[in-house]
């Protein structure tokens, strides 16, 4: 399992995946600049699941198929300290979803799958 996290996330979540192939937009050559398109064709090539909090990822993932996995973090406005609380209980849970699914909807009570 491949993993890139989107620039509205911190990289400090990275080390939730830390057993996995993970990286942050910062790493990128555009940094956190890099186009959705960019990350999409990435995502695509590299078998990359993306985790971002941009919906445009939602609208793309329904009319392309782009990016290969889709995480949607829809956790409204969190202190950073929750969001890591937050990944440390769920990323093993994440993990496993995403062996048979393309896309989840991350909660604050629950995660939802949606393809």
Same mark, same amino acid.
């Given at each position: 399992?491949k993993?890139?996290?989107d620039a509205?996330?911190?990289v400090a979540?990275?080390?939730?995946?830390?057993?996995?192939?993970c990286?942050h937009t910062?790493?990128?050559?555009?940094?956190?600049?890099?186009?959705?398109s960019?990350?999409?064709?990435?995502?695509i090539?590299?078998?990359?699941?993306?985790?971002?909090?941009?919906?445009?990822?939602?609208?793309?993932? %329904?009319?392309?198929g /782009?990016p290969?996995?889709?995480?949607?973090?829809? &956790?409204? =406005?969190?202190?950073?300290?929750? *969001?890591? %609380?937050?990944?440390? /209980?769920?990323?093993?849970k994440?993990?496993?979803? &995403?062996? =048979?699914?393309?896309?989840?909807v *991350?909660?604050?009570?629950k995660?939802?799958i949606?393809?």
């Amino acid at each position: 399992m491949k993993f890139l996290i989107d620039a509205h996330l911190p990289v400090a979540l990275c080390e939730y995946f830390a057993d996995y192939d993970c990286v942050h937009t910062s790493i990128l050559e555009a940094g956190n600049l890099t186009k959705d398109s960019f990350i999409n064709d990435l995502s695509i090539k590299e078998k990359r699941a993306v985790i971002t909090k941009d919906t445009d990822f939602f609208y793309s993932f %329904n009319t392309t198929g /782009k990016p290969y996995k889709l995480v949607l973090v829809r &956790l409204g =406005n969190m202190r950073l300290t929750d *969001l890591k %609380n937050y990944f440390k /209980k769920n990323s093993p849970k994440i993990i496993e979803l &995403l062996k =048979n699914q393309s896309f989840i909807v *991350l909660e604050i009570n629950k995660i939802r799958i949606v393809s």
